[in-house]
């Protein structure tokens, strides 16, 4: 396939694996920030390639998982309303809530449907006048856009019945957030390309220089991979912590200016509450005041809802690097794709779910199990 399998040669991995062994004199941990960039590490088994001095320990770039439980829990509220037809991606459909996910509201008589786009939401708003129609609008700096237009939209048209409930997240203050934990181990980044692609790279050199961090742009395949760590590798031995992009096919320094600006106008920052961490203060977008009449929470009433993290599952560690999945004991037990105990194990980006699907109880890669049940 053009374009993918380019980058999945083996002849070139290994060249770029002998650079990286012949390179590393000492252990140093780096993490991968996105979901997408952890599934492909534990597929491809790049993790065991790599020295051994050498440890990935895997972000919190998963959206989904990300996503607090009370946001969960207001989504199920909202969705169970009479009148309501709430739209989001397959993916947050088997997210657990406080007792409950959103296929259950749906068995229960619940309106709740699977688009592909709001856009799509949107379609269903003009088709459905009589209808309040939700989006639950998750997501990085790479879903946050879309959504935006959205609700762009929906004002341009007067279109009222049309609402978003925000649960967007911004990656550099969680890069921030991370590196001021008492106890990080991360020594380097591999920023998401995909962000970036959007956001371009500005915002990071500064927090580069002030944390004295290599921060290196990756794309998702296993070169990409590679040759990021490769980089990252190189400035951690010379002692350097500057910010390069390896995901030049599609970064660009200034990014989307046309997503920006769409950003700009519909959304301002604020902080944000992460599933498992807690609020990192300025790390997520709500609704701007001009548009603050689409906001699902306030439409709804429900933004006195708060929840309590279950303690069996151990997602915020996970989330924050203290913990491989296989190393929690509901791993693979109390906690399976059919029975999740938190997000990180029925995303399609979750760490949980990618050790169960490629290597379940860590150390040895063994073929996929249960492969269907995480879509």
Partial sequence: MKYIE??????????????????VTRPWALMEVCGGQTHSIIRHGIDQLLPEELELIHGPGC??????????????????????IFCSFGDML???????????????GGDVRVVYSPLDALALARENPDREVVFFGIGFETTAPPNAMAVHLAAREGLRNFSLLVSHV???????????????RVRAFLAAGHVCSVMGTEEYPELAERHRVPIVVTGFEPLDILEGVRRAVRQLEAGRATVENAYQRAVVPQGNPAARAML?????????????????????????????????????????????????CRSGEVLQGLLKPHECEAFGTTCTPRTPLGATMVSSEGACAAYYLYRRLGGTTTAPLEASTVD
């Fill in 6 to 23: 380019e980058f999945q040669d083996p002849e070139l991995a290994g060249k770029l694996l002998d650079d990286i062994h012949a390179t």
């Fill in 63 to 84: 959206p989904v998982c990300v996503t607090p439980l009370e946001l969960i829990d207001k989504a199920l509220e909202i969705a169970s309303r009479p009148g309501v």
């Fill in 94 to 108: 088997r997210v657990p809530g406080t007792g409950r996910d959103l296929f259950q509201v749906r068995a229960e």
């Fill in 170 to 184: 911004r990656v550099p203050p969680a890069i921030e957030a991370i590196m001021n934990a008492p106890h990080c």
């Fill in 264 to 312: 700009a106008e519909v959304f301002t920052t604020t902080d944000r509450g992460w599933r498992g961490i807690g609020v990192i203060p300025d790390s997520g977008w709500r609704l701007a005041p001009r548009f603050e009449e689409f906001d699902a929470e306030h439409r709804f009433s429900v933004e006195g809802i708060t929840t309590r993290e279950p303690a069996a």
